[in-house]
Nanobody, 127 residues
Framework: QVQLVESGGGLVQAGGSLRLSCAAS????????TGWFRQTPGKERELVAAISWSGVNKRYVDSVKGRFTISRDNAKNTVFLQMDSLKSEDTAAYFCAARPAASGSDYYVLARSYNYWGQGTQVTVSS
């Protein structure tokens, strides 16, 4: 079992930045891929960014490319999402998710692929 706890959300003006953290505990010695998802009321949860265990392979949704950066520190069992140039349309509840990976190079883009989820952190961008 892996437990995930997100932090770093909040209220920010458009154009500002936030850094989300996802701290993992439990069975963290295995190879895990991680993703950040977001969800607004009435909409499905969408992938924001995904990262392989190695940290080398990453994937971003088109709407955040060039503005968001996903990274990880496996020594601290933490994955980060640096969000710059925030827009009002980035307002959502953000969730991190993790799952065992077939290899250190794999990442996953579908929400249903993930086994473990955090409780979410709210990001609100005011225009």
């Amino acid at each position: 079992q892996v437990q995930l706890v997100e932090s770093g959300g909040g209220l920010v003006q458009a154009g500002g930045s936030l850094r989300l953290s996802c701290a993992a505990s439990g069975r963290t010695s295995s190879v895990y891929a991680t993703g950040w998802f977001r969800q607004t009321p009435g909409k499905e949860r969408e992938l924001v960014a995904a990262i392989s265990w190695s940290g080398v392979n990453k994937r971003y949704v088109d709407s955040v490319k060039g503005r968001f950066t996903i990274s990880r520190d496996n020594a601290k069992n933490t994955v980060f999402l640096q969000m710059d140039s925030l827009k009002s349309e980035d307002t959502a509840a953000y969730f991190c998710a993790a799952r065992p990976a077939a290899s250190g190079s794999d990442y996953y883009v579908l929400a249903r692929s993930y086994n473990y989820w955090g409780q979410g952190t709210q990001v609100t961008v005011s225009s």
